[in-house]
């Protein structure tokens, strides 16, 4: 479903976030992008849909070839890839309703999307998806007002409004406590499940990771250099990938905490 | 921090001796430029007008006191004008300065290279020529009168607003650009959600902070012959009306508290 082949950017400093990663996403597969802070995981979901340009290399969603679009392609193709970000990027000054339809944008012309005069089948799914993340009653609010947590539900509302194929997730827990990260990744798996998503989450919590997703990778210095299951992370795993550390008790805690969240 | 050992104990001073002298020199020198300047300004004074100043500005008090209130009659419109002057020319100023902000501000410039330059170019020129000075050319091209007013305070808001408004755009955050472009929104739509929400507490600041200044600024205008209250400040002190003067004088005080006290109010409504 996406691929990418001999995928590079080399910023302009001359530091390359990116050695020619090869990656196959199939179809609804949830997916946990692991590693060290600077280890190329942001760069790498941005230059899928080029929010950051990458320098060589090829990105297929399904059939489509995406570095080579001109901008009004690319940004159809956009539509196909909901991103869910690490502060929310919630437009602050504007209401839920209006973050959650901004998700229409690239369906709607600029004078409709100006006037707010959005369809009322968007303005129903607007409502329907507030519904099902538990925020109905929030949509007249300002963004601003709302919880780490509430916001973050509105930023997966917005993702996932614009039907996406694809979900690109980038440390969707990071500003949130333990609980409320839990039941984030709890939600968007959930609904990447439901409707038959694949997605790729950037995160920092192994053990979080290990609780939700299919399949981790693990990249280092811009190189994949794990790719398996979950269970398949192990203490030397976890050194190749971060370096040396005592990684026991990240691993063991999983089960614990799981159980106990689990309800 | 020179540090040095005297008698085995560790002395600490702010400075060295070389630059305790060169303070000193420093200091010296400073004086007696002051000297030498107040000296040569002694000289260019005729000081008999100095030491009548006292007087001379009793006499005027005496002359322009009590302000002469029916005068009222006749400053109605020329202070209506004068506003009107003020918020037309901030309005035009605003519709202007957007673009140019815009064009200016190194994130949504769409050439560095070549069109932030010339919109600096307009911030800078429009900022640097005084009001007055406008007005003086515009009558000269356009006649005297209201319009002239009008052009000249909207021309010389426009630096002053664009600037603020492209600092403020410089400074939004770009995580929210970045999510309304992840969406496959278009250029225009990228500006107008990811954008202007952010800006525009700043926007409507910057706009009645304008239209405060333009409204003092407007007063004066009539002084050149561009319409407004000056007008009849200018006539006023030509025939030595002190009495309507003083008059004047009250009725633009009363104008700026006005304006202050709106602003004010406004700004704290946004923020």
């Keep these: 479903m996406l691929r990418l082949e001999k995928l590079v950017k080399t910023y302009k400093t001359g530091d390359q976030a990116l050695k020619a990663v090869d990656l196959d996403i199939p179809e609804g597969q949830v997916l946990a992008l692991i590693g060290p802070s600077g280890a190329g995981k942001s760069t790498l979901i941005r230059c899928i849909n080029r929010l950051v ?109 614009q039907d996406p194929a694809l979900l690109l997730v980038d440390e969707p827990t990071a500003s949130l406590d333990p609980k409320t990260s839990r039941q984030i990744m709890r939600l968007i798996c959930e609904l990447c499940k439901e409707r038959g998503l694949a997605a790729i989450i950037n995160i920092h919590d192994v053990a979080l ?55 | 921090m020179p540090v040095h050992d005297w008698k085995g104990q560790k002395v600490w001073q702010l400075r060295t001796q070389r630059e305790s002298l060169a303070h000193w020199v420093m200091w010296l020198v400073g004086v007696a430029i002051f000297a030498y300047c107040w000296q040569q300004i002694s000289q260019a004074t005729t000081w008999a007008f100095v030491w009548d100043a006292p007087r001379i500005a009793g006499d005027i008090w005496t002359r322009a006191t009590p302000p002469r209130w029916e005068y009222i009659t006749q400053l109605g419109e020329p202070i209506w004008d004068t506003l009107n002057i003020a918020t037309m020319g901030t309005i035009i100023s605003l519709i202007l300065a957007v673009p140019v902000a815009f064009l200016a501000a190194r994130n949504t410039t769409p050439s560095a290279l070549f069109i932030r330059p010339i919109a600096l170019l307009i ?101 050149v012959g561009a319409g407004g209250i000056g007008l009849q400040l200018s006539a006023s002190l030509n025939i030595l009306a002190w009495p309507q003067v003083a008059l004047i004088l009250l009725v633009i005080l009363a104008a700026v508290v006005i304006s202050e006290w709106v602003s004010a109010k406004v700004r704290g409504a946004i923020i």
Excluded at chain 1, 89 to 116: H, I, P, Q
Aim: net charge negative; proline share 3%; glycine share 10%.
């Design chain 1, 53 to 161: 340009e990458p320098s060589s290399g090829q990105v297929y969603l399904g059939e489509t070839e995406l570095t080579g679009l001109s901008s009004g392609a690319l940004r159809r193709e956009r539509r196909r890839m909901g991103m869910i970000f690490q502060e929310y990027a919630l437009v602050e000054r504007l209401t839920v309703m209006e973050n959650v339809l901004s998700g229409r944008l690239g369906y709607v012309g600029f004078w409709r999307s100006f006037l707010r005069k959005y369809p009322q089948k968007d303005v129903d799914e607007a409502f329907r998806l507030l519904d099902r993340v538990g925020l109905l009653e929030m949509a007249d609010k300002r963004a601003d007002e709302l919880s780490g947590g509430q916001r973050q539900r509105v930023g997966i509302c917005r993702a996932l409004i």
């Design chain 1, 209 to 263: 990771a290990q609780m939700f997703v299919q399949r981790v990778i693990g990249l280092r210095f811009g190189a994949i250099e794990f790719d398996g299951p979950p269970d398949a992370l192990t203490p030397d795993v976890l050194t190749t990938i971060y370096g040396e550390e005592d990684w026991e008790a990240t691993i063991e805690s999983v089960d614990e905490e799981d159980l106990e969240v689990a309800e």
């Design chain 2, 123 to 223: 911030i800078v020129s429009t900022r640097s020529i005084n009001s007055l000075i406008w007005a003086l050319l515009l009558i000269a091209i356009i006649g005297p009168g209201v319009f002239a007013g009008v052009i000249a305070i909207a021309i010389r808001s426009i630096g002053f607003c664009a600037k603020l408004l492209y600092e403020a755009i410089e400074e939004i955050d770009e995580t929210q650009v970045e999510a309304i472009t992840a969406t496959g929104a278009s250029r225009w739509q990228v500006m107008a959600y990811g954008i202007v929400p952010q800006i525009l507490p700043a926007f409507a600041g910057i706009a009645v902070f304008r239209w405060d200044i333009n409204i003092r600024e407007s007063t004066v205008l009539g002084l």
